[in-house]
């Protein structure tokens, strides 16, 4: 190495020495001085102080010989490496009681000692002169780009097993030693595809590892329970064992092309390079494989957990898929598709109950051509599904009839492209519908647990659709409920219109050759057939016709028509005007609301009782006092049902004329009272705005 190129990476050892070496120091004495906090495992306290030795031996070497990667560099290196491994294992694996940790660090942990004592061999052996260096510099750099893909394997695994609220306090760690094992992974992957390090990287990697302790540093303030108490989920299992199953293959890869350039002659390098360059093309292929990945978690399911589910994932999984979903045809399709997943099917459809709930019929699917078949309710295969509650295998099923009873399968199940099982939705004690899945991307035992996953899964898919199905009845209940209301105030006016009418009819045999009559009558007759269009309107379009904006009401005219309406029925209707008020509202509206009243107090009243209609102007108000000597309503009946629709002390009446005037005097701002005695008679009191003409519309303005 040449003098500068020696003196940066010096430097660079001399940097790492100084910060490890405080690092430590503050380890040490957080342990033995400030006894009040937490220390950290001294694993970790070991792995830093080797650093700073491994930076020292670094610094002395580098002045002395030039080499950078002397043996006792590499000695240094493999020590703080082995002790960086101990501390991760043991955070993945804490320790039980009466138990050593390094029982339970499985795989990884075998794989470190295997690379930490083949590379150490190495060292020896080429110490005592048993092994060329030439060996050396071809196998060195494999081993120690094994450690590096093994420590990333170890920080990925711990920080995806922390859980959520952890992952603050270790974000630092993680990148502290991520950055050191990636550096490392870079500068030896160089070596072993090139045949020799990089020696600019070289220089380098003591200030690199040497960035590392800030982050470090953090890590340690933040963590107070460096212990914390981990679990391995099937996600970090399968994710880890990938990226070691990919950093194997690319070792392997990398091993056959060193091999080739240097025995494939002038054309050694291009072939390199060329066999580099197809096995990433194929790991990446590997890597976005839907089928490649199902074997790869059923192969783990079935060799590392005595479980094949992680259920808390799955059920979370299976459970958010379905509520995300907003309208019948998206809750299809997740249902499908979140069952499929579950099995690792490609594909899957849905068959529901019709509404009439005569015969099942494909609502949706997912990957899965659609079917206009139609499965009877009553079929036997529905049947089955209902009285035996099972998964349908169809391959079973096809194979050994006699263990489903010889059922038959309807053809829109059995042809289905790659159908394989039948999953039903049972609610209750009946059945909702069932799911056709495909056969999976990889063979996939059906045992007792993965039908158990499936039965739960399928009896929750069937709560959630029928109560999407209540939903939309309930919805459609509401559209005919208003539908309902609105009919009633349209035969309620009907009614009135008919009364009119009869009434009409009634005088016409008395005064049909009487040129006013006739007048009156044809005014009438059109007024009628006015409203009844209006009504027709308000049926088609489901709600009132709009009325315009209100405006100044004569309340004297009105009370003087109604007095008049009531004399044509041969009745006497006592109106005082005290004041000569205007209200504001829609005039229509209004005179229905005093009609009804007036009608009400009529009909409650015998032709020798009293009737009456009361003006006048109290505290800025209109105030309306209808009033009779009649029979009178009960206080429960004025105080709980008076205002509801469909409530009357009338045996032919609906009830509907009170609570659309109660409505009405409401949105205008009005108060209505009502005073009724059982035997008495009753008043009731209207309280409505003053409309004044002289200031608000000089149009409205009464005569003299």
Same mark, same amino acid.
């Given at each position: 190495?040449?003098?500068?190129?020696?003196?940066?990476?010096?430097?660079?050892?001399?940097?790492?020495?100084?910060?490890?070496?405080?690092?430590?120091?503050?380890?040490?004495?957080?342990?033995?001085?400030?006894?009040?906090?937490?220390?950290?495992?001294?694993?970790?306290?070991?792995?830093?102080?080797?650093?700073?030795?491994?930076?020292?031996?670094?610094?002395?070497?580098?002045?002395?010989?030039?080499?950078?990667?002397?043996?006792?560099?590499?000695?240094?290196?493999?020590?703080?490496?082995?002790? *960086?491994?101990?501390?991760?294992?043991?955070?993945?694996?804490?320790?039980?009681?009466?138990?050593?940790?390094?029982?339970?660090?499985?795989?990884?942990?075998?794989?470190?000692?295997? #690379?930490?004592?083949? +590379?150490?061999?190495?060292?020896?052996?080429?110490?005592?002169?048993?092994?060329?260096?030439? #060996?050396?510099?071809?196998?060195?750099?494999?081993?120690?780009?094994?450690?590096?893909?093994?420590?990333?394997?170890?920080? +990925?695994?711990?920080?995806?097993?922390?859980?959520?609220?952890?992952?603050?306090?270790?974000?630092?760690?993680?990148?502290?030693?991520? @950055?050191?094992?990636?550096?490392?992974?870079?500068?030896?992957?160089?070596?072993?595809?090139?045949?020799?390090?990089?020696?600019?990287?070289?220089?380098?990697?003591?200030?690199?590892?040497?960035?590392?302790?800030?982050?470090?540093?953090?890590? =340690?303030?933040?963590?107070?329970?460096?212990?914390?108490?981990?679990?391995?989920?099937?996600?970090?299992?399968?994710?880890?064992?990938?990226?070691?199953?990919?950093?194997?293959?690319?070792?392997?890869?990398?091993?056959?092309?060193?091999?080739?350039?240097?025995?494939?002659?002038?054309?050694?390098?291009?072939?390199?390079?060329?066999? #580099?360059?197809?096995?990433?093309?194929? #790991?990446?292929?590997?890597? &976005?494989?839907?089928?490649?990945?199902?074997?790869?978690?059923? /192969?783990?399911?079935?060799?590392?957990?005595?479980?094949?589910?992680?259920?808390?994932?799955?059920?979370?999984?299976?459970?958010?898929?379905?509520?995300?979903?907003? =309208?019948?045809?998206?809750?299809?399709?997740?249902?499908?598709?979140?069952?499929?997943?579950?099995?690792?099917?490609?594909?899957?459809?849905?068959?529901?109950?019709?509404?009439?709930?005569?015969? /099942?019929?494909?609502?949706?699917?997912?990957?899965?051509?659609?079917?206009?078949?139609?499965?009877?309710?009553?079929?036997?295969?529905?049947?089955?599904?209902?009285?035996?509650? *099972?998964?349908?295998?169809?391959?079973?099923?096809?194979?050994?009839?006699?263990?489903?009873?010889?059922?038959?399968?309807?053809?829109?199940?059995?042809?289905?492209?790659?159908?394989?099982?039948?999953?039903?939705?049972?609610?209750?004690?009946? @059945?909702?519908?069932?799911?056709?899945?495909?056969?999976?991307?990889?063979?996939?035992?059906?045992?007792?647990?993965?039908?158990?996953?499936?039965?739960?899964?399928?009896?929750?898919?069937?709560?959630?659709?029928?109560?999407?199905?209540?939903?939309?009845?309930?919805?459609?209940?509401?559209?005919?409920?208003?539908?309902?209301? $609105?009919?009633?105030?349209?035969?309620?006016?009907?009614?009135?219109?008919?009364?009119?009418?009869?009434?009409?009819?009634?005088?016409?045999?008395?005064?049909?050759?009487?040129?006013?009559?006739?007048?009156?009558?044809?005014?009438?007759?059109?007024?009628?057939?006015?409203? $009844?269009?209006?009504?027709?309107?308000?049926?088609?379009?489901?709600?009132?016709?709009?009325?315009?904006?209100? =405006?100044?009401?004569?309340?004297?005219?009105?009370?003087?028509?109604?007095?008049?309406?009531?004399?044509?029925?041969?009745?006497?209707?006592?109106?005082?005007?005290?004041?000569?008020?205007?209200?504001?509202?829609?005039?229509?509206?209004?005179?229905? &609301?005093?009609?009804?009243?007036?009608?009400?107090?009529?009909?409650?009243?015998?032709?020798?009782?009293?009737?009456?209609?009361?003006?006048?102007?109290?505290?800025?108000?209109?105030?309306?006092?209808?009033?009779?000597?009649?029979?009178? $309503?009960?206080?429960?009946?004025?105080?709980?049902?008076?205002?509801?629709?469909?409530?009357?002390?009338?045996?032919?009446?609906?009830?509907?004329?009170?609570? +659309?005037?109660?409505?009405?005097?409401? +949105?205008?701002?009005?108060?209505?009272?009502?005073?009724?005695?059982?035997?008495?008679?009753?008043?009731?009191?209207?309280?409505?705005?003053?409309?004044?003409?002289?200031?608000?519309?000089?149009?409205?303005?009464?005569?003299?």
């Amino acid at each position: 190495m040449d003098t500068p190129a020696a003196d940066l990476t010096a430097y660079g050892f001399a940097l790492a020495a100084l910060l490890y070496a405080l690092f430590a120091g503050y380890l040490v004495r957080t342990a033995y001085v400030r006894r009040a906090q937490l220390p950290p495992p001294w694993p970790f306290t070991g792995a830093v102080l080797a650093s700073a030795v491994w930076a020292m031996v670094g610094i002395g070497e580098t002045w002395i010989t030039g080499d950078a990667e002397a043996p006792s560099i590499i000695a240094a290196d493999l020590a703080r490496h082995a002790l *960086w491994f101990l501390f991760l294992l043991g955070q993945i694996h804490p320790p039980r009681a009466g138990r050593a940790p390094w029982r339970d660090f499985g795989a990884l942990g075998v794989a470190a000692v295997l #690379l930490i004592a083949a +590379e150490a061999a190495l060292l020896a052996a080429v110490a005592a002169g048993a092994v060329p260096a030439a #060996l050396r510099v071809r196998v060195e750099p494999l081993l120690l780009l094994g450690l590096a893909v093994l420590g990333l394997i170890l920080v +990925e695994q711990l920080y995806r097993n922390l859980p959520e609220d952890s992952h603050w306090s270790a974000k630092p760690l993680a990148l502290g030693l991520g @950055l050191m094992f990636v550096f490392d992974l870079y500068l030896y992957s160089q070596a072993v595809l090139f045949a020799s390090l990089d020696s600019d990287a070289l220089a380098v990697r003591g200030a690199v590892h040497a960035l590392a302790v800030p982050l470090l540093f953090v890590a =340690s303030k933040r963590h107070v329970n460096w212990v914390g108490k981990l679990r391995v989920s099937r996600a970090a299992a399968f994710h880890s064992a990938t990226l070691l199953l990919a950093g194997v293959y690319l070792l392997f890869m990398s091993a056959i092309g060193y091999y080739v350039r240097y025995t494939g002659g002038e054309w050694g390098r291009a072939l390199q390079i060329a066999l #580099l360059a197809a096995a990433l093309a194929a #790991l990446a292929v590997l890597a &976005v494989s839907g089928t490649v990945r199902a074997r790869l978690r059923v /192969f783990f399911g079935k060799h590392l957990f005595h479980y094949r589910y992680d259920y808390r994932k799955e059920w979370l999984q299976f459970t958010s898929r379905l509520t995300a979903q907003h =309208s019948p045809q998206e809750l299809a399709t997740s249902v499908t598709h979140g069952l499929a997943d579950l099995v690792e099917s490609p594909a899957g459809a849905l068959w529901l109950k019709t509404a009439d709930g005569s015969a /099942f019929v494909q609502a949706g699917g997912w990957n899965m051509a659609a079917s206009a078949a139609r499965e009877p309710a009553d079929s036997p295969f529905a049947a089955f599904l209902l009285a035996r509650g *099972w998964i349908v295998d169809l391959g079973e099923c096809r194979d050994r009839p006699e263990r489903y009873d010889h059922l038959a399968v309807p053809d829109s199940v059995r042809l289905a492209p790659q159908a394989w099982l039948v999953v039903p939705l049972i609610v209750g004690d009946a @059945l909702a519908g069932y799911v056709v899945l495909a056969r999976p991307r990889t063979p996939l035992e059906l045992d007792w647990e993965v039908t158990d996953l499936l039965k739960t899964a399928a009896r929750q898919a069937a709560a959630f659709l029928a109560q999407m199905q209540a939903t939309e009845a309930l919805l459609e209940a509401r559209k005919f409920d208003a539908f309902n209301r $609105m009919s009633a105030f349209v035969v309620h006016d009907l009614k009135n219109i008919v009364t009119q009418l009869s009434l009409l009819l009634k005088n016409a045999q008395r005064h049909r050759d009487n040129p006013e009559f006739q007048q009156d009558m044809l005014a009438t007759v059109e007024n009628s057939l006015e409203k $009844m269009r209006q009504l027709m309107l308000q049926l088609r379009e489901g709600q009132a016709p709009a009325a315009g904006r209100p =405006s100044g009401v004569d309340l004297a005219s009105i009370a003087q028509r109604l007095a008049a309406m009531a004399r044509d029925r041969g009745r006497e209707v006592e109106v005082k005007v005290v004041d000569r008020v205007m209200t504001r509202g829609h005039e229509e509206r209004v005179e229905r &609301v005093l009609g009804h009243l007036v009608h009400n107090a009529l009909d409650a009243t015998r032709p020798d009782q009293r009737v009456w209609l009361k003006l006048e102007r109290a505290s800025g108000q209109a105030r309306i006092e209808v009033g009779d000597t009649g029979c009178g $309503m009960s206080p429960e009946f004025v105080a709980h049902r008076l205002f509801k629709p469909f409530s009357s002390t009338k045996k032919t009446g609906m009830g509907i004329g009170t609570f +659309e005037s109660f409505q009405y005097v409401q +949105e205008l701002g009005g108060k209505i009272d009502v005073r009724s005695q059982e035997g008495a008679g009753t008043v009731v009191t209207l309280l409505m705005p003053l409309f004044d003409a002289g200031t608000e519309d000089r149009t409205l303005a009464l005569p003299a």
